[in-house]
């Protein structure tokens, strides 16, 4: 072969993989914005799962795009996608007391479910800090509970070479679960103050 017909063969195989590339930074963004809106609507109180369904769909078609591709399943977009949606379906769980999903369950890379249940950890802050406010603190306490048995699931891997943002989440959940439970605690406090000069209110009128 001649270096032109060479040179055209390797161009013909990396401009079908532009293209597949193009196509699938579109559907990640596609799936992280309709991740984005389930978890609103969680927060919120309202049904998520025509909006997971809908991810969970551009999803599958996501990893169509990339079949023959597969080492796009560790790009940057690709790997966002994953963590939004495990964020998004692990979070749904929790919320509605049901069992974890998994990485394969969710069909994900093992790294990206790591990095993905690990942003759960801010959501569930979110609920503790909505449960503190409406005065539900035992509720509160379960939400902290939660954030700490995923801080425990996250620390088991120390693999600094190659999971380069797992030690990101790592930090940043330690963080929020130690503030969560100085919240938590300051909240239970006042909530026994409370509790103890109502009864002795009640003494007084009797």
């Keep these: 072969m001649t270096l032109d017909e060479i040179a055209e063969t390797i161009q013909k195989v990396l401009d079908e993989k532009e293209a597949v590339r193009e196509v699938a930074i579109k559907a990640s963004r596609t ?7 389930a978890i609103q609507l969680i927060h919120k109180g309202e049904d998520p799962t025509e909006a997971i369904e809908a991810a969970r769909e551009e999803l599958e078609r996501l990893q169509g795009i990339i ?14 996608a994953y963590q939004e949606y495990v964020e998004v379906t692990v979070l749904q769980a929790v919320a509605e007391g049901d069992e974890l999903p998994g990485p394969d369950e969710l069909g994900v890379t093992p790294q990206s479910y ?9 959501e569930l802050r979110r609920f503790a800090l909505d449960a503190i406010i409406e005065g539900r603190v035992e509720k509160a306490r ?8 995923i801080y425990t699931f996250l620390m088991r891997f120390d693999y600094p070479a190659a999971l380069s943002g797992v030690k990101r989440k790592q930090d940043v959940a330690r963080s929020l679960v130690e503030k969560t439970r100085g919240d938590v605690t300051v909240a239970a406090r006042a909530h026994a103050l409370e509790r103890r000069i109502h009864e002795h209110q ?3 009128e009797r």
């Design 114 to 122: 790591i990095e993905g249940i690990g942003d759960v950890v801010g």
């Design 67 to 80: 079949a023959e591709h597969p080492e796009m399943n560790y790009s940057g977009f690709v790997d966002t």
């Design 142 to 149: 379960e939400h902290l509970a939660m954030m700490d048995e």
């Design 202 to 204: 009640e003494r007084m």
């Design 31 to 37: 799936i992280v914005r309709q991740c984005s809106s």
